[in-house]
């Protein structure tokens, strides 16, 4: 390699340094005075201009002022650039979206694309940070709303589905039997609290849903198929329909004296388990394999109901009834 060529080479390197270190700067004040970048990159104000100018090509929205006043500042685009986080930012930002991810705020699944994308460039070294930190955080649970999904498991399926990568894992039945499964994941959906994985299991050769909190050990294989399509070509329709007819462990029937549209947008997740009567009664299938979350459907009833349930799921309720009771005593 000629001298003028490792010469080029390092200057193109550092130019490329110093530009995202401008761009760090730019997004931690509102606004910099070109004299005041100068200073912190160690350059002229003549090469400010020029690493600003070269921002912009790259699209990133720059609002100038001339004059001895005059400064730099990021504004607001049509699209969004790359960002540069900080070590602390980045941690902050994979805990929040591993927590949100278990189930805390119910997020969507573009979140949980955003967290897939940001664990798989998140140097090792601020790995142990994030899962200290998520293990700390992980000591706060809300029980009643049922059980949890790992978020590691959550940010492992979704860049599977992503890359439309087979994947194996552990699986534990509604019956409680352990089986092995390797399957061509394709979407992951929450619904009511529960994560579910859809995924072409390639054993039983046909499309099966998978509880993420009866699921452990997911391990990608390396070898990526062709996409499925999905039968409808409506993956969250599908979602509905294999959970409206999916056993469960305890039977929970509401027969609710309002018109199904108001009970509707009180239950959120359960909309393929409304069936209209008439045009003010309709009936809520809340059957589940969890009593707490069972109880919690009922209770987020405004109106009269009738119930036709399992003797579990009444000692449950009457039990949760006498402790409100024995507390306002």
């Known amino acids: 390699m000629s001298s003028n060529t490792a010469m080029m080479e390092f200057m193109t390197s550092d130019m490329t340094t110093r530009v995202l270190r401008l761009l760090s700067l730019l997004q931690t004040r509102r606004e910099w005075s070109g004299a005041d970048l100068a200073v912190r990159l160690g350059v002229t104000v003549r090469t400010v201009r020029r690493d600003i100018d070269r921002l912009r090509d790259l699209g990133y929205p720059l609002d100038s002022a001339r004059g001895h006043a005059g400064g730099y500042r990021l504004t607001s685009g049509s699209d969004l650039p790359p960002l540069l986080l900080e070590d602390e930012e980045a941690v902050a930002v994979a805990v929040a979206l591993r927590t949100a991810a278990g189930g805390l705020t119910g997020i ?13 460039v998140l140097p090792s ?11 700390s955080l992980a000591n706060i649970t809300w029980e009643e709303r049922g059980p949890r999904a790992d978020p590691a498991l959550l940010a492992t399926l979704a860049v599977a589905c992503r890359d439309h990568e087979i994947i194996t ?8 039997a ?3 499964r390797r399957v061509e994941p394709c979407h992951l959906v929450d619904s009511g609290g529960l994560w579910y994985l859809l995924a072409y299991d390639t054993d039983k050769d046909d499309w099966r849903l998978f509880r993420l909190d009866r ?36 039977r929970a029937i509401a027969t609710v ?12 997740g359960l909309a393929t388990r409304l069936t209209p009567i008439d045009e003010h009664t309709c009936r809520l299938d809340a059957s589940d394999d969890h009593l707490p979350r069972i109880a919690q459907t009922l209770a987020g009833l405004d109106w009269d109901y ?3 349930a399992d003797p579990e799921i009444i000692d449950h309720l009457r039990a949760t009834a006498h402790r409100a009771l024995h507390a306002m005593s």
């Open 108 to 120: 969507e699944e573009s979140a949980l694309r955003a967290l897939a994308k940001l664990e798989q």
């Open 125 to 135: 070294r601020l790995r142990g940070q994030v899962t200290a930190l998520q293990t």
């Open 169 to 176: 894992f552990d699986y534990t039945t509604r019956h409680h």
């Open 178 to 180: 352990a089986t092995r």
């Open 215 to 250: 699921t452990t050990d997911a391990v990608p294989t390396g070898r990526r198929v062709p996409a499925r399509a999905v039968p409808g070509d409506d993956p969250a329709a599908f979602v509905a329909s294999r959970l409206s007819t999916a056993p469960t462990r305890y």
């Open 257 to 268: 004296h309002a018109p199904v549209d108001q009970v509707h947008a009180r239950t959120r």
């Open 306 to 308: 009738t119930l036709d």
